[in-house]
T-cell receptor, first 113, second 113 residues
Framework: DGGITQSPKYLFRKEGQNVTLSCEQN?????MYWYRQDPGQGLRLIYY???????QKGDIAEGYSVSREKKESFPLTVTSAQKNPTAFYLC????????????FGSGTQLSVL | AQSVTQLGSHVSVSEGALVLLRCNYS??????LFWYVQYPNQGLQLLLK??????LVKGINGFEAEFKKSETSFHLTKPSAHMSDAAEYFC???????????FGTGTRLQVTL
């Protein structure tokens, strides 16, 4: 079945540590996105990529980094510069930047130890 | 600039009762509007979308929404609530690409017996 796979489902970060969240899709979609979800705040865009080897900052990119070396993969690194990383992280994809329907993964809950 | 406001962070209805979730938007150009549903610890799933065709949009699971330009609203309704409808619902707006999608803060729907 086609879809988006996020791993791990739960992740814990120690002080000063970088952690990487995985996102893989087999939908052959060009565009991929990372959102952060906090209770009562909806979803906020961290980074997005419209094609391989290219990505742009979203509304809250500080303290995060991404790469897009393969069409199907868009990993997100939460760096030690992100002082409040505890949140639910959602990866999404769409067929193209002008197709507004997003397909979401099941998310990763990141917590700080 | 665009924005979306969801009135009521929590809505409770009895099984079989009408579901009404409110969404108002602000946009300087004709918008594309969406409703997404999120079940606990899951990603978001598209319920329906408005893209300037018919103003009454039918979605999955018996939900529908009506675009009212004069009221800048896009409320979500379902004639008869089912226990399985309990989830969080997000309204979203864009004036173009998916990367510019703005989400509301969400409404949690509770369905009681």
């Amino acid at each position: 079945d086609g879809g988006i796979t996020q791993s791990p489902k739960y992740l814990f970060r120690k002080e000063g540590q970088n952690v990487t969240l995985s996102c893989e899709q087999n939908l052959n979609h060009d565009a991929m996105y990372w959102y952060r979800q906090d209770p009562g705040q909806g979803l906020r865009l961290i980074y997005y990529s419209q094609i391989v080897n290219d990505f742009q900052k979203g509304d809250i990119a500080e303290g995060y980094s991404v790469s897009r070396e393969k069409k199907e993969s868009f990993p997100l690194t939460v760096t030690s510069a992100q002082k409040n990383p505890t949140a639910f992280y959602l990866c999404a994809s769409s067929p193209g930047q002008y197709n507004e329907k997003l397909f979401f993964g099941s998310g990763t809950q990141l917590s700080v130890l | 600039a665009q924005s979306v406001t969801q009135l009521g962070s929590h809505v409770s209805v009895s099984e079989g009762a009408l579901v009404l979730l409110r969404c108002n938007y602000s946009s300087s150009v004709p918008p594309y509007l969406f409703w997404y549903v999120q079940y606990p610890n899951q990603g978001l799933q598209l319920l329906l979308k408005y893209t300037s065709a018919a103003t009454l949009v039918k979605g999955i699971n018996g939900f529908e929404a009506e675009f009212k330009k004069s009221e800048t609203s896009f409320h979500l309704t379902k004639p008869s609530a089912h226990m399985s409808d309990a989830a969080e619902y997000f309204c979203a707006v864009t004036t173009g690409t998916a990367s510019k999608l703005t989400f509301g803060t969400g409404t949690r729907l509770q369905v009681t017996l």
